[in-house]
């Protein structure tokens, strides 16, 4: 690339786009189609499983719905998911992994629909899992709902990684720094970044149009990661279990549409106490 290439890059990346109601249709079709997707994984993740089924799944869900996977072959990514056991903190690459009872797991799918992005994950529970991964699922669900609420136009991006990090580390868990949210749309990684910490008011002034995700990654130790040696995987360097959830949405005159909301209201998973 050239330097005028990249100048002319990081214009067009640094640059926040703000979308039309039209923009918002598709949008919608698209979380639909992801979300959907989540929800048809459901009766499937149990002890057994192999993760490399459930990324065949999720590839044939995909065509089957008129929809692309974005994440294969995107930057080298063999796979249609990333999916993330235990204390693999996300981009989890599956294949040979079986999924044992009490494992937790994160399927993290992202579908284009008519050029647009729909970007989600769940938190999956396999067979019985144990109290203290059950309540990091619950805080991890609860940081995603915070930063939700904090969105509003003429707040900051800052409000959101604020509001997560104060109540995560709240129940003394902690925010992993390495992974952020991001701007999506007719792009799957652009402007802005949502970071999951920080400081409220800071940050890029939020404004109705704008569409990003929130995915915060949260762990029951410290939030140091490290990252395998197939380029991909991230896991805690303390080894202990971690979380994630993720929604796209999009800012409205009021606050925000989530457009990944599972349609059955199934997008919490049934090992939560809330
Ligand atoms: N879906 C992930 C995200 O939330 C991105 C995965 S990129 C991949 O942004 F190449 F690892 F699949
Ligand atoms: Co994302
Ligand atoms: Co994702």
Known sequence: MTTTDA???????????LHTAEDFAGMRAAGKVAAECLDMLIPHVVPGALTDDLDKLVFEFTLDNGALPACLFY???GKTTCISPNHIVCHGIPGERVLREGDIVNIDVTMVVDGWYGDSSRMFGVGEVSPRAKRLVDVTYEALERGIAAVKPGGHTGDIGAAIQAYVESMRCSVVRDFCGHGLGRDFHTAPNILHFG?????????PGMFFTIEPMVNLGKYPVKLLADGWTAVTRDK???AQCEHSIGVTETGCEVFTLSPAGLFKPPILST
Do not use: D, M
Not at 199 to 207: I, K, S
């Open 75 to 77: 930057r080298g990514y």
């Open 240 to 242: 202990s279990l971690s």
């Open 7 to 17: 100048a002319v890059s990081r214009r067009r990346t640094n640059e926040i786009k």
């Open 199 to 207: 400081q409220a008011g800071t940050g890029e002034r939020l404004r």
